[in-house]
């Protein structure tokens, strides 16, 4: 899965540590699509401290999904 040019730069941009609601409400304020910000909410609620953890999430997710027999993979 790779991340979206508009999620990567967020995502760059945000403060660390961040939780999954820090993610959302600066994602809504910044005007982040909603494809980008479905997938932050998607995420597990916890503390991130940068931008690579979020990335790994979101990669192991995606390869969760795909490999799941039954499971619709989610789109990049």
Known sequence: MTTSPALDRFLAS?????TRDDLLREAARDGLGADDRALLAELPDQSYSAAWSIRYRLTRRSLSDAFTPGRTPVAA
């Open 14 to 18: 945000m403060e660390y540590p961040a």
